[in-house]
T-cell receptor, first 120, second 111 residues
Framework: EAQVTQNPRYLITVTGKKLTVTCSQN?????MSWYRQDPGLGLRQIYYSMNVEVTDKGDVPEGYKVSRKEKRNFPLILESPSPNQTSLYFC???????????????????FGPGTRLTVL | KQEVTQIPAALSVPEGENLVLNCSFT??????LQWFRQDPGKGLTSLLLIQSSQREQTSGRLNASLDKSSGRSTLYIAASQPGDSATYLCASGGGYQKVTFGIGTKLQVIP
C-alpha cells in the first residue's frame, strides 16, 4: 500500500532531551516536507526536501533539523526541544515539485498520519 | 510572501444542502492549489488538485474551481452528508515555492 508513515505517533518528552521523528514513504517520491499544525495558526512548513541531500527551510525552521540521506526517509530532529515545540507534526511527500506548470498535478501531496508531540 | 485565507472559519448546514467553501490567496503566481480534508485527530486526505492552467476539477460530489486573476478558489460540495463533516484546508504551492496552507473551514453537516 502506497503510504507515508511516521513514528512515533505520540511522544511526551522533557525540555532539552533530543528526539527524532521518522518519516518514510514508499512511493519513490522526490519531494518531502515537514509541517507543524497549531490551533489558530494552521499548518506551517518547517523544512522541505527536493531530493536526496537537498533540503531548504520553510516558514518556521528554528529549533529543527532535517536530513535526506535516502530518498524514502526524511527524519525531523529536535536537538533541544522546548515547550513551544509542542504541536502536531505532519510529514508529506509528492512525486515532484519542480515541474512545468502543465504537469503540476504530479505535485499532489500525500500526508502521514501525524505525530503528536508534547514537550514538558 | 503568500498568504492563504479561508472563510468562513466554521460552517453548519443541514444534510442535503449544497455548499461552497472559499479560499483566497495573495500571490497569483501559484503552480497549483490543493484541497484537503482533515478529520479530528487524523492526517490530511487530498481531495482535489487544480493546476494553475486549469479552471476546475471534479471528483464525485466535489468540484473545485480556481480563478488566479482574483486570487480565489472555491470548493463546492453537492448534496452534503453527515460524513462530510470535517475541516477542509486549501494549500497553494508547487515549483520552488513553499507550500502555504489556509487555517481551514470546519464543516458540520447536521442529519
Amino acid at each position: 500500500e502506497a503510504q507515508v508513515t511516521q513514528n512515533p505517533r505520540y511522544l511526551i518528552t522533557v525540555t532539552g532531551k533530543k528526539l527524532t521523528v521518522t518519516c518514510s514513504q514508499n512511493m519513490n517520491h522526490e519531494y518531502m516536507s515537514w509541517y507543524r499544525q497549531d490551533p489558530g495558526l494552521g499548518l506551517r512548513q518547517i523544512y522541505y526536501s527536493m531530493n536526496v541531500e537537498v533540503t531548504d527551510k520553510g516558514d518556521v525552521p528554528e529549533g529543527y533539523k532535517v536530513s535526506r540521506k535516502e530518498k524514502r526517509n526524511f527524519p525531523l530532529i529536535l536537538e533541544s526541544p522546548s515547550p513551544n515545540q509542542t504541536s502536531l507534526y505532519f510529514c508529506a511527500s509528492s512525486l515532484y515539485l519542480d515541474l512545468p506548470k502543465t504537469l503540476s498535478s504530479y505535485n499532489e501531496q500525500f500526508f502521514g498520519p501525524g505525530t503528536r508531540l508534547t514537550v514538558l | 510572501k503568500q498568504e492563504v485565507t479561508q472563510i468562513p472559519a466554521a460552517l453548519s448546514v443541514p444534510e442535503g444542502e449544497n455548499l461552497v467553501l472559499n479560499c483566497s490567496f495573495t500571490d497569483s503566481a501559484i503552480y497549483n492549489l490543493q484541497w484537503f480534508r482533515q478529520d479530528p485527530g487524523k492526517g490530511l486526505t487530498s481531495l482535489l488538485l487544480i493546476q494553475s492552467s486549469q479552471r476546475e476539477q471534479t471528483s464525485g460530489r466535489l468540484n473545485a474551481s480556481l480563478d488566479k486573476s482574483s486570487g480565489r478558489s472555491t470548493l463546492y460540495i453537492a448534496a452534503s452528508q453527515p460524513g462530510d463533516s470535517a475541516t477542509y484546508l486549501c494549500a497553494s504551492g508547487g515549483g520552488y515555492q513553499k507550500v502555504t496552507f489556509g487555517i481551514g473551514t470546519k464543516l458540520q453537516v447536521i442529519p
